[in-house]
């Protein structure tokens, strides 16, 4: 078996720095799945939440959240796809950490999954810059709509 000094550079560098979204250029032809941050304060609807988003295949749920500070601590570790933000969060609520996001990962995709979404204007949603405002009580198929929306190669805004 080969030791660490006899492998390739690039596999190392490939393997210990973050993943980046698209094709490995390490195994041409292999589509690297998207990665999704979850942050909400209530454990069972992360646990919810990761478990039916993994089970479809085309994402991996890199990392969990139970505030807004924690989730931007994350993002900036594990640099996600898309994060998932719940909006009533202790420490720093969703629209606080979207902001955040969106100035320290101009690239990263942003949902607001809450139970208030009606309460939430469009003028504010834009201002944070955050793609889509989704209801919990919409579901999983609207959730899982705008994911695959959002993470398609031309997402449509």
């Given at each position: 078996?080969?030791s660490r000094?006899?492998?390739p550079?690039?596999f190392f560098?490939?393997?210990s720095?973050p993943?980046?979204?698209g094709?490995s250029?390490f ?5 690297v ?6 942050a909400?304060?209530?454990s069972t609807?992360?646990r ?19 505030n ?15 994060v998932?933000?719940?909006?009533a ?10 902001s ?33 405002v989704l ?6 198929r ?12 031309n997402?449509?805004?």
């Amino acid at each position: 078996m080969p030791s660490r000094t006899e492998a390739p550079a690039e596999f190392f560098a490939l393997t210990s720095s973050p993943r980046r979204p698209g094709r490995s250029s390490f195994f041409p032809g292999v589509i690297v799945s998207k990665q999704i941050l979850i942050a909400d304060d209530s454990s069972t609807v992360r646990r919810i939440l990761k478990t039916f988003l993994e089970d479809r295949g085309n994402v991996r749920v890199c990392g969990e959240a139970a505030n807004g500070f924690e989730a931007v601590e994350k993002a900036k570790m594990l640099h996600p796809d898309l994060v998932l933000l719940d909006l009533a969060m202790p420490e720093m609520n969703g629209v606080e950490a979207a902001s955040v996001l969106k100035k320290m990962m101009p690239n990263v995709r942003i949902i607001v999954f809450t139970m208030f979404s009606q309460n939430i204007g469009r003028s504010l949603t834009s201002a944070i810059g955050v793609d889509m405002v989704l209801s919990k009580p919409d579901g999983m198929r609207a959730l899982v709509e705008a994911i695959d929306g959002l993470l398609s190669p031309n997402p449509a805004l």
